[in-house]
């Protein structure tokens, strides 16, 4: 298995304390030790860097941790292979460009037998069920859509429908951004947080790291973090339920729909 | 107008020490210090930096210098912009997935009224020419081979067409690689060099570092450096005449094909 890391701010925000304490999984203080990544979106551009090395050692990031750059939508991934040999082909966060936009995928969970038909718009270049989810999920978003780019809410009701039916092959937590925003699919195991003002002070977890955030915020700012795992022990953070896919824009959860059987839990 | 720094070899090898030289070019010793990117393919999977930052004083620029990412294709980048702002979007080297293989695409030149029917299979995401050609040239290369990628000779063919194409609007040097071999097409200025045992001492044209590559290499490798300047020297680098494309692979220029009206120029 993997962890997953988000990041949805209304204003641009560097990610440097929670990579460092999510860098420190990779390895150090956890197992995800088969490579690792992280896409910056700026703008409409994309920086995405891989390295197949444990983040915990990995000098690209080392430099991720220290070099602050400030982006609205961020998706980190540390790996524990489960399909797909370590190499830099099968290393999370994917990309791929959709409606002349970069969209960004990372996934947590196996996939068992899940072999869509791929029509080539999008061709997995890896082994990973993931990148192959990836590529089904972009497909179909384009053939239910077309040539136009959707409204993110409109995005957000088609991928609760295209969730439902991967959930199906296995466990599925994701993260998925087109840099407007951030969905995230809890299908065992997420959680979240949203800073605002009044900012407080975060511990890390993983390392014996503290930020003040009242110190580099603005009374304005509100960033939403997401992560397989609590990253700091002195906040609260909100575990999303089994079987949930949230929609994050401007830095707070505004909608998420249950992708389980079961009662509906919506949130808006 | 931009710079070029193209690699394609017989056996993974590191670009610190070409990358050293043209670094500088990025605001030091040149400039083009509108931002930079370099690509490395590494088997199937593509390692992308990118930073509209000046690549003379980038962090990230500074760590590809110093880290041996062993490739045996690699594109990168300087930019002097022309056409798009500066900014991450508009930043080369650009990235798509195309049969299953990601593709990577630098050009310096400019384009005027460049504006080519795209059917929406790849869009660009920035405002540049540059991505707007790489579009046109992936959505043609599909077209007329299908969903079956064809053999790198017969992809030299295809695109030596659409390169006479897009030649018409203006000057379109470029770099283009599917991670299998590196296309080249010198519109105005390129040149190369092909190193192999036995090897020598080679000595940058931008900062005084030396290099003995018979430290480094075995007597069976091959290296092709594709440079806008040459980088050294004390070396005997190719200009690649104006109008003229090139088809590297496994270290050697296997091809080439004039581009311009004018007595045909093969090498085969």
């Known amino acids: 298995m993997c962890q997953l890391l988000g990041m949805?701010?209304?204003?641009?925000?560097?990610?440097c304390f929670s990579f460092t304490g999510f860098q420190a999984r990779g390895g150090a203080t956890d197992v995800h030790s088969d490579g690792w990544g992280i896409a910056f979106f700026e703008g409409r551009g994309t920086r995405l860097f891989l390295d197949p090395q444990p983040s915990s050692t990995s000098p690209i990031a080392e430099l991720v941790s220290r070099y602050p750059i400030?982006?609205?939508?961020?998706?980190?991934?540390?790996?524990?292979?489960?399909?797909?040999?370590?190499?830099?082909?099968?290393?999370?966060?994917?990309?791929?460009?959709?409606?002349?936009?970069?969209?960004?995928?990372?996934h947590n969970g196996n996939l068992l037998e899940f072999a869509p038909g791929l029509d080539g718009s999008f061709?997995?270049?890896?082994?990973?069920?993931?990148?192959?989810?990836?590529?089904?999920?972009?497909?179909?978003?384009?053939g239910h859509f077309g040539d136009e780019q959707p409204s993110d809410e409109a995005l957000f009701e088609a991928l609760h429908v295209l969730t439902?039916?991967?959930?199906?092959?296995?466990?599925f937590n994701f993260l998925l951004s087109n840099g407007n925003c951030l969905f995230a699919h809890a299908s065992t195991r997420l959680s979240y947080i949203e800073r605002r003002a009044p900012f407080r002070q975060?511990?890390?977890?993983?390392?014996?790291?503290?930020v003040d955030f009242s110190d580099v915020t603005t009374p304005d700012d509100r960033v939403a973090v997401i992560a397989t795992q609590p990253l700091t022990d002195n906040e609260q953070w909100e575990e999303m339920p089994p079987g949930s896919l949230w929609y994050f824009a401007e830095g707070e959860a505004v909608l998420s729909r249950a992708t389980l059987p079961g009662p509906v839990r919506n949130k808006s």
């Open 123 to 142: 061709r997995p270049v890896g082994l990973t069920d993931s990148e192959r989810a990836f590529c089904w999920l972009l497909q179909e978003l384009r």
């Open 8 to 15: 949805n701010c209304n204003v641009p925000t560097d990610i």
């Open 202 to 210: 975060a511990h890390l977890k993983d390392q014996d790291v503290t």
């Open 70 to 106: 400030r982006s609205k939508n961020v998706i980190a991934h540390i790996r524990k292979a489960t399909q797909g040999a370590i190499g830099l082909e099968n290393t999370h966060p994917f990309i791929r460009e959709l409606w002349g936009r970069y969209w960004i995928f990372a």
């Open 164 to 171: 439902l039916a991967i959930s199906r092959y296995g466990e």
